[in-house]
T-cell receptor, first 111, second 113 residues
Framework: EAGVVQSPRYKIIEKKQPVAFWCNPISGHNTLYWYRQNLGQGPELLIRYENEEAVDDSQLPKDRFSAERLKGVDSTLKIQPAELGDSAVYLC?????????FGPGTRLTVL | GQQLNQSPQSMFIQEGEDVSMNCTSSSIFNTWLWYKQEPGEGPVLLIALYKAGELTSNGRLTAQFGITRKDSFLNISASIPSDVGIYFCAGQLLGDSNYQLIWGAGTKLIIKP
């Protein structure tokens, strides 16, 4: 069974540029999460989807971050414009219930 | 916000030694999950615990859900080089129907050559 797929694995951009991350969850998992992980810390939830509905986006900085999961399967997280402080690993996870399974993440570096 | 206190922050051990780490909170949890993360990868689920007092093993790993529901520990027996990584605990608060996980800050395991 394929795990959570994310792309790209690495992205380097200059500040003020836009960037997008893509995630394809485990087949059959209705719940999808986007997390941000800073160095030396645990993941921090940005947004959670149940199918195509964003049910918890309270931690998403909505002035520059947006996400979509139009068909309830794969999802895109966008940052526009990126700031230096956005440098982090962006993790996608999916679940059926309590157990969340993570993708490898996208390491973003903003210069 | 809610916090999990995970300790120790890092461990330097010899190959073959046993390892113990734990997470504590002032809040009550109904689920504890233990993850391992290696450089450049996402966290990988090791063990899931759902009942107070539950003791679950996965190979050389053993984790327990504390009786008070406010803590959990993870033990690794006879450590080997591939055990190196960062171990995270994560818990779901009692009564939280959103399945939101509260994360510890991680325990970095380093094995001395």
């Amino acid at each position: 069974e394929a795990g959570v797929v994310q792309s790209p694995r690495y992205k380097i951009i200059e500040k003020k540029q836009p960037v997008a991350f893509w995630c394809n969850p485990i087949s059959g998992h209705n719940t999808l999460y986007w997390y941000r992980q800073n160095l030396g810390q645990g993941p921090e939830l940005l947004i959670r989807y149940e199918n195509e509905e964003a049910v918890d986006d309270s931690q998403l900085p909505k002035d520059r971050f947006s996400a979509e999961r139009l068909k309830g399967v794969d999802s895109t997280l966008k940052i526009q414009p990126a700031e230096l402080g956005d440098s982090a690993v962006y993790l996608c996870a999916s679940s059926l219930a309590n157990e969340q399974f993570f993708g490898p993440g996208t390491r973003l570096t903003v210069l | 916000g809610q916090q999990l206190n995970q300790s120790p922050q890092s461990m330097f051990i010899q190959e073959g030694e046993d390892v113990s780490m734990n997470c504590t909170s002032s809040s009550i949890f109904n689920t504890w999950l233990w993850y391992k993360q290696e450089p450049g990868e996402g966290p990988v689920l090791l063990i899931a615990l759902y009942k107070a007092g539950e003791l679950t093993s996965n190979g050389r790993l053993t984790a327990q859900f504390g009786i008070t529901r406010k803590d959990s520990f993870l033990n690794i027996s006879a450590s080997i080089p591939s055990d190196v990584g960062i171990y995270f605990c994560a818990g779901q608060l009692l009564g939280d129907s959103n399945y939101q996980l509260i994360w510890g800050a991680g325990t970095k395991l380093i094995i001395k050559p």
